[in-house]
């Protein structure tokens, strides 16, 4: 099993250019997630997927939309990128949806925006 | 809301143990984690703790939780050049939509000095 995969692994963006971020897991899980990762600030979360269908906002929604396309997939898009966007982006999926230990994470995708 | 803290660094020498506090504050958590990072790499799930422990252990890692005061901690014994990373705490948290959340620390860095 090849776990949680995201694309691209890097990727330049200029101001207001947009883009999607690929996620996919491959572990049958319900749940997923996509955090941020700032220095000195953690994790972040940017939105989730409990099932689904279904998609709720984290702590920091503003500038990204998602899209749970099925039970394997859910990606994000910055329809307007902004430097305050320069991140590394993380998905992660989990087992179901009340219970299970823990989340998996992804490699991650480090975006520069210019 | 639900916060965890951390120290930002620790620096040990080779052979000695580590131990990394962490404190939270959501009395309702279940599970409380341990995850590593590695420079340029996503986030490892080391260990975890189910709410009704006071201490696992396993090979080298330890983690003891005390309630009361809402602090866990992560022991390394023998560290080796290997351990430095950074180490995330993280608390599991119920959200809406029949969901859970995990609040993430900032993450101390560990630097192993050989």
């Known amino acids: 099993n090849a776990g949680v995969t995201q694309t691209p692994k890097f990727q330049v963006l200029k101001t207001g250019q947009s883009m999607t971020l690929q996620c996919a897991q491959d572990?049958?899980?319900?749940?997923m997630y996509w955090y941020r990762q700032d220095p000195g600030m953690g994790l972040r979360l940017i939105y989730y997927?409990?099932?689904?269908?279904?998609?709720d906002k984290g702590e920091v929604p503003n500038g990204y939309n998602v899209s749970r396309l099925n039970k394997r997939e859910f990606s994000l898009r910055l329809e307007s990128a902004a430097p305050s966007q320069t991140s590394v982006y993380f998905c992660?999926?989990?087992?179901?949806?009340?219970?299970?230990?823990?989340?998996?994470f992804g490699p991650g995708t480090r975006l520069l925006v210019l | 809301g639900e916060d965890v803290e951390q120290s930002l660094f620790l620096s040990v020498r080779e052979g000695d143990s580590s131990v990394i506090n962490c404190t939270y504050t959501?009395?309702?958590?279940?599970?409380l984690y341990w995850y590593k990072q590695e420079p340029g790499a996503g986030l490892q799930l080391l260990t975890y703790i189910f709410s009704n422990m006071d201490m696992k252990q396993d090979q080298r890692l330890t983690v003891l939780l005390n309630k009361k005061d809402k602090h866990l901690s992560l022991r390394i014994a023998d560290t080796q050049t290997g351990d430095s990373a950074i180490y995330f705490c993280a608390e599991k948290g119920y959200s809406g939509a029949g969901s859970y959340q995990l609040t993430f620390g900032k993450g101390t860095k560990l630097s192993v000095i050989p």
């Open positions: 572990m049958n899980h319900n749940s």
């Open positions: 959501d009395s309702s958590s279940t599970y």
């Open positions: 997927s409990a099932s689904e269908g279904t998609t």
């Open positions: 992660a999926s989990s087992e179901i949806v009340t219970g299970g230990p823990t989340q998996y």
